[in-house]
């Protein structure tokens, strides 16, 4: 059994906006891991249209001199947890959003083809808000539940793509985040 999206029954706060920037895993690919990410736009602005705009093939080129150089991406995540705690998925977790790039976990390269991406609305030197904590726990125990491979296959993007990304970067808390998944915080 999967969960394709989050329903507002198993989680308040969710909002639904289809990325068309996704493709049908394969049939026979399990989802292995979860990989977590922070993205602010403009860089280091946060609130506003601008990540869901990136995400769903709408950002405007003109409305900051950065966007210039990223408009014409076509990237997704699952998820966005904004810094009030506020969930968006853009992507069913039964298909493949493109979060992770260029990547490897373990050995096997391409991670978009067996993970799930949740992005952070943050930077990496910037502390992510309580809100951001406790939504994100709750979200991967959902993801876990339904997805039981990921198991603790949990890694930031840092980890599967080094020297070419940083994120979730210094200032996420793994042993919070990993207490909270464990019902000790």
């Known amino acids: 059994m999967s969960v394709k999206v989050i329903k507002k029954g198993w989680l308040s706060k969710v909002e639904h906006l289809p990325s068309p920037h996704f493709e049908k895993r394969d049939d026979n690919q399990s989802i292995e891991l979860l990989v977590i990410h922070n993205i602010s736009l403009p860089p280091g602005k946060f609130g506003g249209p601008h990540i869901s705009n990136l995400f769903l093939g709408t ?8 966007f210039e150089e990223i408009y014409q991406l076509r990237v997704s995540a699952h998820c966005l947890i904004r810094r009030d705690g506020h969930v968006i998925q853009y992507v069913s977790f039964d298909d493949k959003a493109w979060h992770a790039g260029v990547s490897c976990f373990n050995g096997q390269e391409k991670c978009n083809d067996f993970s799930i991406g949740i992005e952070l609305e943050g930077t990496d030197n910037i ?12 979200v991967t125990k959902l993801i876990k539940q ?11 993007h840092s980890d599967i793509a080094p020297g070419r990304k940083t994120d979730p970067g210094e200032s996420f808390e793994w042993d919070r985040y990993k207490n909270l998944l464990n019902n000790r915080e």
């Not at 502390?127 to 709750?138: F, M, N, S």
């Not at 339904?146 to 930031?156: A, E, L, Q, R, S």
Request: glycine fraction near 4%.
């Open 59 to 66: 950002l405007d080129k003109d409305a900051d001199p950065f």
């Open 127 to 138: 502390p992510y808000t309580d809100e951001q904590y406790q939504r994100l726990a709750q």
């Open 146 to 156: 339904y997805y039981p491979n990921i198991n603790d296959n949990i890694t930031g």
